[in-house]
């Protein structure tokens, strides 16, 4: 069965620090990954995923995550934190299309506080 | 632009009350999702649908039920409400194809349940 670990559950950085939340994954193929934010109150935004191709993923507001297949990790990193990213982050893992499964499985969250 | 949306923000119902929650999506995606989210456990997928009249339960179903009519709508039922069921509610969407699985999310529904 596939599963997500992110170990971290509530992280504080200082607006304008380096950001790193850090996620596991277990999966017997090749994984489709994401990371989704969620601000308060609000749905969950895709920042980033990966498929296939180059591990070093961009995505949006400035967010990137590199897939380490050796770790089974996909980290998500942001060289300089606003202070309107506070919001939680959620890692998933979903099956290829030969799994038939199309649903994710997510991770517990990481709660991200920026400090002024 | 994919749209997913949700009856209500938020719902208060009592104990042994049944639940109707609604998700519409405007994107034609075969495949729709349920899921709860609580505190410090992320989201559980509760039921999915891969195309009309068709579910498959996902990890947690136990105490609700589903009904997809129509392709673009998704309906999650609590038979009898229970206080255990008192949650955030999020729906998503996805096509089916090659392109990968990224799911589009309505804004959520925060049910309380007293």
């Known amino acids: 069965a596939q599963s997500v670990t992110q170990p971290d559950i509530h992280i504080t950085v200082s607006e304008g620090a380096s950001l790193e939340l850090r996620c596991n994954y277990s999966y017997g193929a090749t994984p489709y990954l994401f990371w989704y934010v969620q601000s308060p109150g609000q749905g969950l935004q895709l920042l980033l995923k990966y498929f296939s191709g180059d591990t070093l993923v961009q995505g949006i507001k400035g967010f990137e995550a590199e897939f380490k297949r050796s770790q089974s990790s996909f980290n998500l990193r942001k060289p300089s934190v606003h202070w309107s990213d506070a919001a939680e982050y959620f890692c998933?893992?979903?099956?290829?299309?030969?799994?038939?499964?199309?649903?994710?499985?997510f991770g517990s969250g990481t709660r991200l506080q920026v400090q002024p | 632009d994919v749209k997913v949306t949700q009856s209500s923000r938020y719902l208060v119902k009592r104990t042994g009350e049944k639940v109707f929650l609604e998700c519409v999506q405007d994107m034609d995606h075969e495949n729709m999702f349920w899921y709860r989210q609580d505190p410090g456990l992320g989201l559980r997928l509760i039921y999915f649908?891969?195309?009309?009249?068709?579910?498959e339960k996902g990890d947690i179903p136990e105490g609700y039920s589903v009904s997809r009519e129509k392709k673009e709508r998704f309906s999650l039922i609590l038979e009898s409400a229970s206080t255990n069921q008192t949650s955030m509610y999020l729906c998503?969407?996805?096509?089916?194809?090659?392109?990968?699985?990224?799911?589009?999310f309505g804004p959520g529904t925060r049910l309380t349940v007293t």
């Open positions: 998503a969407s996805t096509p089916s194809g090659r392109g990968g699985h990224e799911q589009y």
């Open positions: 649908s891969y195309d009309v009249k068709m579910k």
């Open positions: 998933a893992v979903g099956g290829g299309m030969d799994t038939g499964r199309r649903a994710l499985t």
